[in-house]
């Protein structure tokens, strides 16, 4: 990117739901790319609606707007973006104090959720042909819970900031 180049953040928009369309639009690439991004960079997840439809949300256009520019702007590999963009997380975590994710505090009620507190046995077993979870709990049944734990955590930090 050449010196003395303003780079234009379109705004987003207040909500908390983007459909592939809409972060299209935002920010201005093709869907299939957006896809594409999907497969490459796994902090990208957005929900799917009961059509199928992806769901994305504020945290997810965000993040696609830096890859963009991380690949459009300043012509970075998709390794090196991945590269980059951990980087930024790592110093964001050290802004705030904290050398490395595990250290975060979460309140009592999530920790229903945590993957390493309250296990007991083997984690894993197979029932009628289905690999279940702690609990009896299928494994989509826990992507679920860990995607609701995820956006409460997100939402705490909205609420606390």
Avoid: C
């Amino acid at each position: 990117m050449a010196k003395g180049t303003k780079i234009v953040v379109p705004e987003i928009p207040n909500k908390l739901y983007f459909r592939i369309g809409e972060v299209s639009d935002i920010v201005s690439v093709k869907p299939y790319v957006l896809r594409y991004w999907e497969s490459e960079f796994p902090d990208i997840k957005p929900s799917k609606s009961k059509s199928g439809q992806r769901l994305y949300k504020r945290r997810d256009v965000e993040l696609l707007l830096r890859i963009k520019q991380l690949l459009y702007e300043e012509r970075f590999t998709i390794n090196g973006a991945r590269k980059r963009l951990k980087e930024w997380g790592r110093a964001e975590l050290q802004d705030v104090g904290l050398e490395k994710p595990a250290e975060v505090k979460v309140p009592k009620q999530l920790d229903v959720f945590s993957a390493k507190e309250g296990r007991v046995g083997d984690p894993q077993k197979r029932v009628g042909g289905r690999i279940q979870q702690r609990g009896g709990m299928p494994r989509e049944s826990m992507k679920t819970l860990h995607k609701v734990r995820r956006d409460l955590e997100e939402l705490l930090e909205v609420v606390r900031g």
